[in-house]
């Protein structure tokens, strides 16, 4: 079942940290600003059932983290863990 709304809330100390720390060239910061993912969201929603089990995962985060496992080559268990740590 998907969730109403998904949205990541970034604190402005979030946000200047990122600012500060991550190259404005950086990979990742391009292609945030040539590709919007949002729009996948409508595209899988009828992957899901509206009745049953409980609000899935972000399928917008879960697209993203495939791109981050193809691009820099890495396992399941590793996207999981540059995510949870790497700022970029």
Same mark, same amino acid.
């Given at each position: 079942?998907? $969730?109403?709304?998904? +949205?990541?809330?970034?604190?402005?100390?979030? +946000?200047?940290?990122?600012?500060?720390? @991550?190259?404005? +060239?950086?990979?990742?910061?391009?292609? $945030?600003? @040539?590709?919007?993912?949002?729009?996948?969201?409508?595209?899988?929603?009828?992957?899901?059932?509206? =009745?049953?089990?409980?609000?899935?995962?972000?399928? @917008? #985060?879960?697209? $993203?983290?495939? @791109?981050?496992?193809?691009?820099?080559? #890495?396992?399941? +268990?590793?996207?999981?863990?540059?995510?949870?740590? =790497?700022?970029?």
């Amino acid at each position: 079942m998907l $969730k109403p709304r998904y +949205e990541a809330h970034l604190t402005p100390l979030d +946000e200047a940290l990122f600012t500060q720390l @991550v190259p404005a +060239e950086h990979y990742l910061r391009r292609l $945030k600003a @040539v590709i919007d993912f949002t729009p996948c969201r409508a595209l899988v929603a009828d992957c899901y059932s509206a =009745n049953h089990g409980r609000g899935a995962l972000d399928p @917008v #985060l879960l697209l $993203k983290l495939l @791109v981050l496992r193809f691009h820099y080559g #890495l396992s399941d +268990e590793r996207v999981i863990e540059q995510a949870q740590v =790497n700022l970029a």
